[in-house]
C-alpha cells in the first residue's frame, strides 16, 4: 500500500512538472514546475523514475533494515537482484550526494541490465533521498532529461547534504565526529559521507549511515561501491579510493582499466579522517569496500557554465563507473580466498552507451 500511494502520488506531481523540463541527453532546464517539485511532494519522499530489469527479484525499502527510517523522507528503494545461486553479495549505491549524478544514473543502468548469473547485486540509486529534495545551486537544473527509445525520462539532480527541513536539528557551529574525533563546519553533519557508522538515534543523517551499517551487516555483504563524483580540477576527479584492507584488489583493477582505455588514480582510505563510507563499510563490516570518483562539471569551481561542459559528458562518466565496478569485481572473482564470485548473464553494454548515448541502455 504504501509504494501504490507513493507512486501514484509520484505520477501526479510528476504529470504537472514535465511541462517545465528541455529534452535531449544531458542537463536539461527544469522551468519553476520542476525546481517546485520537492515542496509540492510535501515530506520529501520521491519516487524516482527507476524501471527493473529482468534481474530484479524483488525491490524494497531501506527501512526493512532499519525500520525507524519507514515514513522519514530519508528512506529509499532498495533493489534486489538475486541469482538464487551460492556466490558474493554485491552493495552498490548512487546518490550518498544527491548532484552526483553519473553516480545515480550508474545504479539505475545496472538495476534495469543487469542479471546476475551467481551471487547477488544489491543496488540503491538514490541513497541519500532527502538530498534529492532541494538543489544548492541555480547553476545546475533540478532535473535532468535523457532521451530513450520510447520517450523522455527525468531525473533527479539533487544536492550534496541531507535538505535541513528533514534534519530534525539545525546545523550546529562545528560538527564531530562521534567516533574519531574529527571536526567540520556545521553544515557537515548533513553530508551522509561523514556520517558512518551512524547512530540508532541520532540526526535523519546519522539514521539513514546506521541503516546503511544494517543493510551490510545483515546481508552479509562481500563488496561494496559508493558512486561519488567531484571537481574536474579536484584531485579525486578519476580516483578510486579503497580501504587498505582490499587495496591490493583496487590496484589491480587500475591496472586493468589502464590497459581498457580508462586512467584511473587509486588511494588507500585514510587512517585519521573517520565517518566515510570506503573506510567505515570497510572497518565494521566484512565488505572490501571501494569509493569511485569520476569528474562532474557541475562541481567545477571554474567553469563560467559547468553544468552543459562537453568536455566530460554524462555517458563517460557513466563508463567509467560501469567499467571501474567491472575490474574490481573481476579483481574480487580472482584475489579472494572466501570462494565466493559473482558472475553476470547479462551487463550494461558500454560500446552502446558509447556510440549511442545513455539512452540507448535505458528502459
Request: charged share 20%; glycine share 8%; proline share 6%.
Amino acid at each position: 500500500m504504501k509504494q501504490r500511494i507513493k507512486a501514484a502520488l509520484f505520477a501526479a506531481v510528476f504529470l504537472i512538472g514535465a511541462f517545465g523540463f528541455v529534452c535531449g541527453e544531458g542537463l536539461g532546464a527544469a522551468a519553476a514546475a520542476g525546481t517546485a517539485l520537492p515542496q509540492q511532494l510535501g515530506a520529501g519522499t520521491i519516487l524516482h523514475d527507476v524501471r527493473p530489469g529482468a534481474g530484479v527479484t524483488r525491490t524494497t525499502w531501506l527501512s526493512e533494515w532499519f525500520e525507524a527510517l519507514a515514513g522519514t523522507p530519508a528512506d529509499t528503494r532498495v533493489f534486489i537482484l538475486d541469482s538464487g545461486k551460492p556466490g558474493a553479495v554485491v552493495f552498490v549505491a548512487g546518490g550518498t550526494h544527491a548532484n552526483e549524478i553519473a553516480g545515480i544514473l550508474t545504479a539505475v543502468t545496472l538495476v534495469e541490465n543487469a542479471v546476475p548469473a551467481s551471487g547477488k547485486l544489491i543496488v540503491i540509486p538514490d541513497l541519500n533521498n532527502s538530498a534529492s529534495t532541494w538543489t544548492e545551486s541555480n547553476q545546475v537544473p533540478a532535473w535532468i532529461a535523457i532521451q530513450t527509445a520510447s520517450g523522455t525520462r527525468f531525473f533527479k539532480y539533487g544536492a550534496r547534504l541531507t535538505n535541513i527541513a528533514h534534519q530534525g536539528s539545525p546545523d550546529p557551529e562545528s560538527y564531530r565526529h562521534p567516533d574519531g574525533g574529527d571536526v567540520f563546519e556545521g553544515w557537515e553533519s548533513r553530508n551522509l559521507n561523514r556520517a558512518y557508522p551512524g547512530a540508532a538515534h541520532g540526526t535523519l543523517t546519522q539514521k539513514l549511515a546506521y541503516a546503511v551499517m544494517e543493510l551490510l551487516r545483515r546481508e552479509k555483504a562481500d563488496v561494496a561501491f559508493d558512486l561519488h563524483e567531484a571537481g574536474p580540477e579536484s584531485r579525486l576527479a578519476n580516483m578510486i579510493v579503497a580501504n587498505p584492507k582490499n587495496l591490493d584488489m583496487a590496484a589491480f583493477a587500475v591496472l586493468n582499466l589502464e590497459l581498457d582505455g580508462f586512467r584511473m588514480k587509486l588511494e588507500p582510505s585514510s587512517d585519521t579522517f573517520h565517518g566515510l563510507s570506503h573506510r567505515e563499510w570497510g572497518d565494521r563490516t566484512q565488505a572490501a569496500s571501494f569509493l569511485i570518483e569520476t569528474p562532474n562539471p557541475a562541481q567545477s569551481n571554474n567553469a563560467a557554465n559547468p553544468a552543459e561542459d562537453p568536455a566530460y559528458p554524462l555517458k563517460a562518466r557513466v563508463m567509467t563507473h560501469l567499467a571501474s565496478i567491472e575490474a574490481i569485481l573481476d579483481a574480487w572473482n580472482m584475489m579472494n580466498d572466501s570462494g565466493r564470485t559473482i558472475t553476470f548473464a547479462a551487463w550494461p553494454s558500454r560500446d552502446s552507451l558509447n556510440k549511442n548515448g545513455l539512452g540507448s541502455i535505458l528502459k
